[in-house]
Each structure stands twice: as C-alpha cells, then as structure tokens.
C-alpha cells in the first residue's frame, strides 16, 4: 500500500471528541496517529459520524475542523484544516452544560405553565 500523506504521523494516544451539527452532537474517541494534516481515530461507530467534523484535543486546547476520508470497523481517518485555538469559541464541555441547563429551564417552565393552569 502506498502512503500518500503529506506529513508524517506520529504514533499518539490522545482522548477526544468529535463534534458536528453546530455541536450539538459529540462522539468520544481515541487518536491513534497524528500530523498537522490527519489523524486515524478509534470510534465506536464511524458510520454514525458525518463527513465533516471538529476534532476536538483537550489535551493539547485546541480543536480542528475536518472530513472524514476513510471508514472501516471501528476506525476513521480523518483530514484536519489548520488548529484553532478553543478560546476563540464557546467550549465544548460549557456548550454541554448550556445545553442541559437550557433543557432543565423548559422543564420547569412547562411544570410552571402546569401548575398555573390548576390553580
């Protein structure tokens, strides 16, 4: 097989997280290689995961926007933009917590809506 990449890759064992759909939808997954151009990923379900992604790294702060290349069982490689920085964002785990907040306020205003209307 040839190898047709750009850069070469580091052998890696970093914890992250693949976000899409303006990020409300997240996947954990292990780098097993790493360039400034690629990753391979381990992921529980690459075929649940769409075309394009950002890579998120909290080990190194930083995140990379990307397309996912190849597909096989458990693995995906993926081919990475330039990094970006995670402060220039909203962080992902402050998204969440925002998310579930926002969830729990529509829960207790349609408790209050409820109990208004027995009353």
């Known amino acids: 097989m040839v190898d047709r990449r750009s850069t070469c890759r580091q052998r890696v064992y970093y914890g992250g997280r693949l976000a899409f759909h303006e990020r409300t939808s997240t996947f954990d997954c292990i780098v097993r290689n790493f360039s400034a ?6 992921i529980g379900n690459p075929a649940a995961v769409p075309d394009t992604v950002e890579l998120l790294i909290a ?5 990379y926007f990307g397309r996912i290349v190849w ?3 458990n693995l995906a490689g ?3 933009n330039g990094p970006r920085r995670h402060v220039a964002s909203l962080p992902l ?3 969440l917590r925002l998310r579930a ?5 529509r829960q ?3 408790e209050l809506i409820r109990l208004r209307s027995v009353f």
């Open 37 to 42: 151009g690629g990753a391979k990923i381990e």
């Open 59 to 63: 080990r190194q702060g930083v995140a």
């Open 71 to 73: 597909r096989l069982e």
């Open 78 to 80: 993926l081919a990475l």
């Open 93 to 95: 785990d402050i998204a």
């Open 101 to 105: 907040t926002e969830r729990i306020n």
């Open 108 to 110: 207790l205003r349609a």
